[in-house]
T-cell receptor, first 118, second 115 residues
Framework: AQSVTQLDSHVSVSEGTPVLLRCNYS??????LFWYVQHPNKGLQLLLK??????LVKGINGFEAEFKKSETSFHLTKPSAHMSDAAEYFC????????????????FGAGTRLAVHP | DGGITQSPKYLFRKEGQNVTLSCEQN?????MYWYRQDPGQGLRLIYY???????QKGDIAEGYSVSREKKESFPLTVTSAQKNPTAFYLC??????????????FGEGSRLTVL
């Protein structure tokens, strides 16, 4: 079974400094990986996704993530944090289930809450 | 605009009462999902439906029920059998099938509080 671990439950940065949110995954084959963002009391929005193409994936709002198979990691980064980046971020791995006609199940990490200070 | 609408946004329930959360989508997506979110636990799948008149249990289906009579609608009923129903509930959809890239489209959620 696949799993995903977000290594930090809370990260705090100053505005204008780099952001690093860490994610490790466990998978028996090449996975599809995603980062979603959730602002308070809102639904989740896709930031970026890796589906076995380029290992460095660029997403919205200046975020990017690098897939490192040897380290089973998919860390999310941004060069310069903005106040509007304060939110909760979820790392997600996709697991294909062959029953019921085939189904891609998404497995969510526990989330990392990012705080950005002036 | 296309999207997913969940209602109500906030709901209070007394113990022993069933409540139904509404989820409607106009994205013409085949698949719909219900997730439960608790602090520090990420999202857990309650039920999903890949096609009208068919649905499957997720990881935490006990105490919940769903129906999928129309493509656009996937209501969730939280029954009195659910031991700890206070949570944030999220509905999502996706264009199922071989073209699906794994992206889910989420509603804004319904927060249920049991008094």
């Amino acid at each position: 079974a696949q799993s995903v671990t977000q290594l930090d439950s809370h990260v705090s940065v100053s505005e204008g400094t780099p952001v690093l949110l860490r994610c490790n995954y466990s998978s028996s084959y090449s996975p599809s990986l995603f980062w979603y963002v959730q602002h308070p009391n809102k639904g989740l929005q896709l930031l970026l996704k890796y589906t076995s193409a380029a290992t460095l994936v660029k997403g919205i709002n200046g975020f990017e993530a690098e897939f490192k198979k040897s380290e089973t990691s998919f860390h999310l980064t941004k060069p310069s944090a903005h106040m509007s980046d304060a939110a909760e971020y979820f790392c997600v791995v996709s697991e294909y289930l062959a029953f019921s006609g085939g189904y891609n199940k998404l497995i969510f990490g526990a989330g990392t809450r990012l705080a950005v200070h002036p | 605009d296309g999207g997913i609408t969940q209602s109500p946004k906030y709901l209070f329930r007394k113990e022993g009462q069933n409540v139904t959360l509404s989820c409607e989508q106009n994205l013409n997506h085949d698949a719909m999902y219900w997730y439960r979110q608790d602090p520090g636990q990420g999202l857990r799948l309650i039920y999903y439906s890949q096609i009208v008149n068919d649905f499957q249990k997720g990881d935490i289906a006990e105490g919940y029920s769903v129906s999928r009579e129309k493509k656009e609608s996937f209501p969730l009923t939280v029954t009195s059998a659910q031991k700890n129903p206070t949570a944030f509930y999220l509905c999502a959809s996706s264009p199922e099938g071989g073209t699906w890239t794994g992206e889910l489209f989420f509603g804004e959620g319904s927060r249920l509080t049991v008094l």
